[in-house]
């Protein structure tokens, strides 16, 4: 696959409308649609853990800090990688800190999901965790993260 022809700036036009216009449900939708896209897996609709590689690093950069001005830092992959970091990689606790376990269940979605300001810091991007949490941690752990200076971790 040549991560160069499948990844442009111009991919993020219409993710940075939803996000300008506040539009967190619709964001997070085509968030999940370029990150397949970019996995090599956008006819499956959902990505296998060992494909998050193929991510290109500045998309995921790109999409990141976007999410982040946008929200006014509170939304983002490198949100919940700091605060997933913070609760030492214990996913419960990482889940139930941006919101999306609530008292011992999972919210339903998109209903019980909160699309604005008002979620808890992380809460966005949503992320599948019907087949588990390796997709979401190899995101966490893609080389993209290696170049992100000051980390803090969020205890």
Known sequence: ?????????????????????????????????LMCKLAGCEEREWIYFT???HI????IQEMDEMWQNYSQGKFG????????????????????QIGWVRQGKWL??????E???QA?????????QIRGVQALEELFKHDVWLSVKNVQINK
Request: hydrophobic share 35%; glycine share 4%.
């Open 120 to 128: 808890p810091e992380g809460h966005l991007p949503l992320w599948n």
């Open 77 to 96: 992959f490198g949100v919940q990688r700091r605060i997933w970091l913070g609760k030492q990689k214990d996913w419960m606790k990482f889940w139930e």
């Open 108 to 113: 339903r979605y998109p209903k019980e999901f």
């Open 1 to 33: 696959m040549d991560k160069k022809k499948i990844w442009d700036r111009s991919n993020l036009d219409q993710l940075a409308k939803q996000l300008a216009e506040k539009d967190f449900l619709s964001a997070n939708q085509t968030t999940y649609k």
């Open 56 to 59: 290109p690093k500045e998309a």
């Open 51 to 53: 494909e998050i590689a």
């Open 115 to 117: 699309w604005s300001l």
